[in-house]
């Protein structure tokens, strides 16, 4: 019954993200049958096995119960039919956000029992605060004895200028380390840290994405040490940061980054291309990916304009010509288009 979209990108894609959103296995092969206008067997003339008779209808079921399909009026014996997603698609997403909000509560109430916990208690200091100009040594320090991997979450206030951490992070992916941030959008309406940190990053070879938010600021290196903020508000106030070495702790940080590294959207590099965008349609120039990368991330229209220092009137006729582009009637729309040609 499963679907095999191995010869069809799209029906792959558009598995894998089902499968992001918490439909299983048998779910997701039975819809892209639908949605391909392959009969799934068990229908018509030909029978299935009774064990593959059940799978298949508890599969129906399940589409039926996400609103994804309803049952056929002429009788259960023929397939389902697939109706407009999008109620079923914003339930989806809002228990997937549930899901991290709930992982993010037990994060931090796991940090809360071991703070209070005696650390020596467990044979060693899991985690220890440091201030002043301390932050910016152990830091710079562990960053540059980086070897592997840094995973980072990127979030006002910054430590040190927007160009000097970009310098920092170049010379790291230049001798091969692998580099992921997730960016709040924040981040981009930051007063140039667009152009002169994240956007040198990812064309030197940064995977980068982007949430409206982040819960902490945080950078992973190499899963022996991790740094983290005790809150966004103490960072900004008394410029405290905790640095955490290898725990329970370190691990349930790491998690927290790969749920949300998951419901990111990409941003890529301005200079790289792929054949499959470029066969979608031209891509759109510099300035105007700048636009969509805020635009994605919710940063508001004056914010953009003073990023771009443009006249209201060019901002308005480039994002018409985006969506003319695009063939979106909305700016959302434009948003899932620009995501999904790869123009981010």
């Known amino acids: 019954m499963a679907h095999d979209g191995a010869d069809d990108p799209h029906s ?9 959103l918490g439909v299983d296995r048998e779910a997701v092969g039975l819809y892209l049958d639908l949605l391909s206008g392959i009969e799934p067997a068990g229908t018509g003339a030909e029978r299935e096995p009774a064990v593959y008779s059940v799978r298949r209808a508890e599969a129906v079921g399940r589409l039926v119960e996400l609103g994804l399909v309803v049952e056929n009026p002429e009788g259960p014996a023929r397939p389902p039919l697939p109706v407009p ?31 209070r ?9 899991v985690a220890e605060e440091v201030t002043g100009d301390d932050i910016e040594r152990r830091l710079g320090e562990a960053l540059g004895s980086a070897r592997k991997e840094v995973l980072r979450f990127d979030t006002p206030p910054y430590f040190w200028s927007s160009a000097r951490g970009a310098d920092s992070e170049i010379a790291m992916l230049q001798r091969g380390v692998q580099v992921r941030a997730v960016y709040a959008r924040a981040s981009l309406a930051h007063p140039g840290h667009l152009t002169t940190n994240i956007q040198p990053c990812v064309d030197a070879g940064e995977q980068a994405r982007v949430l409206p938010e982040l ?3 945080l950078t992973i290196i190499d899963d022996r040490v991790g740094f983290v903020s005790l809150s966004i508000a103490d960072v900004d106030i008394s ?14 940080l790491r998690a927290l980054f790969e749920a949300c590294w998951e419901r990111a959207l990409p ?28 635009l994605v991330a919710g940063v508001p229209d004056s914010q953009i304009i003073r990023e771009l220092g443009v006249s209201r009137r060019t901002f308005f006729r480039r994002m018409e010509l985006l969506m003319a582009q695009a063939g979106a009637a909305s700016r959302f729309q434009l948003a899932l288009q620009a995501q999904r040609r790869g123009w981010l």
Do not use: C, F, N, W
Not at 98 to 114: D, F, H, M, S, W
């Open 215 to 217: 819960p902490v600021k």
């Open 85 to 115: 997603p999008g109620a079923a698609l914003d339930l989806l997403s809002r228990r997937a956000t549930l899901r991290l909000e709930e992982a993010t509560a037990a994060i931090a109430g796991a940090y809360e029992r071991y703070r």
């Open 267 to 294: 941003i890529q590099s301005v200079t790289g291309s792929s054949p499959a965008s470029a066969a979608l349609s031209v891509r759109p120039g510099p300035t105007e990916r700048r636009i969509l990368a805020m």
């Open 12 to 20: 792959a894609e558009l598995a894998g993200h089902l499968a992001a």
């Open 239 to 252: 410029g405290s940061l905790l640095v955490v070495r290898p725990s329970g702790l370190l691990t349930a």
């Open 117 to 125: 916990r005696d650390p020596a208690a467990s044979g060693g200091v």
